[in-house]
């Protein structure tokens, strides 16, 4: 786990609220969180990446399985799989801007949006590979994982309002396969509803990483009073009878909240809403979690 925040980390920079106070603080029960991505490797030393966020470097900096070997530049990365195009999953590419010896996968749509929108992005346009939505494709040197992107419920990213007409491949899921063990991840980090596909798609896996960026479909209105609200942004909100929590309890497998939001409830581990995620069988994601599937 690099980063198990949504846009902004833990402690957000121009929020006051009492997550973003008591990280600052060094309240133990509220600790620090970067922005979301994962790696992930077959066991032989190398790694890919899913999501590039904007704290990349410190991320990168914190996982020596990331470290380049001494005496080169060579980094142990074989793929950058991006699942939007979200500020916060895809701004880290400009840090790596000045080498990039890897592949950055994703579907037509969204390295379009990039490409076509940012100049900055088109220093990193010999990168891209895109692949077909269900398309099977190597994520590894070693081709030891399978991976695929399905589409998830979601919208167009806000800063691509206008720009881009709304598409399938606009919000996606990662399903990665252990072509030896046939074991499953699936990383869904953006959803604004779990319909019967995407419940399907869960319940194949054994490890999940579902979008746990709010808690209530009001909670940015506490700190914001025009703030949207979270189904409008593009995030099924945790609690309620028609949240996510409800739904994920009866899956089998490990799943955990990952892209959770500085105003979350659930990132005080102290707090009734953590405690009924963990008395739901739910993990929540922490910054340098290791799992082993």
Not at 259 to 267: A, F, G, R, V
């Amino acid at each position: 786990m690099l980063g198990s925040a949504a846009g902004g980390g833990l402690p957000q920079w121009n929020c006051g609220g009492p997550n973003s106070q008591r990280a600052r603080a060094g309240d133990p029960d509220v600790p620090p969180r970067s922005q979301p991505a994962i790696a992930v490797g077959s066991g032989g030393g190398r790694w890919s990446v899913v999501n590039a966020s904007p704290d990349v470097r410190e991320q990168w900096t914190r996982f020596p399985g990331l470290h380049p070997r001494p005496g080169t530049r060579e980094v142990p990365v074989d793929c950058i799989a991006l699942t939007n195009a979200d500020l916060d999953h895809v701004l880290g590419l400009l840090v790596l801007r000045e080498a990039l010896p890897y592949r950055v996968v994703t579907t037509n749509w969204i390295a379009r949006a990039l490409l076509d929108h940012n100049a900055a992005f088109r220093l990193l346009e010999a990168a891209f590979q895109t692949v077909e939505m269900g398309a099977p494709f190597a994520l590894d040197r070693g081709k030891e994982l399978e991976a695929q992107f399905f589409p998830l419920p979601g919208k167009v990213p806000t800063w691509l309002s206008g720009l881009c007409e709304d598409s399938p491949e606009a919000t996606l899921g990662l399903r990665i396969t252990d072509r030896r063990t046939g074991r499953r991840l699936v990383y869904a980090p953006g959803l604004s509803k779990l319909d019967a596909a995407v419940l399907a798609e869960l319940s194949q896996a054994e490890v999940r990483f579902v979008d746990g960026t709010f808690w209530s479909d009001g909670e940015l209105l506490e700190l914001r009073p025009d703030a949207p609200n979270a189904r409008r942004m593009g995030h099924l909100p945790i609690g309620g009878a028609e949240g996510s929590l409800a739904a994920l309890r009866e899956l089998p497998g490990r799943s955990f909240y990952i892209h959770i939001n500085n105003t979350n409830p659930i990132l005080d581990a102290r707090s009734p809403e953590a405690a009924a995620v963990r008395e739901a069988g739910i993990e929540i994601a922490m910054d340098g979690m290791e799992i082993a599937l």
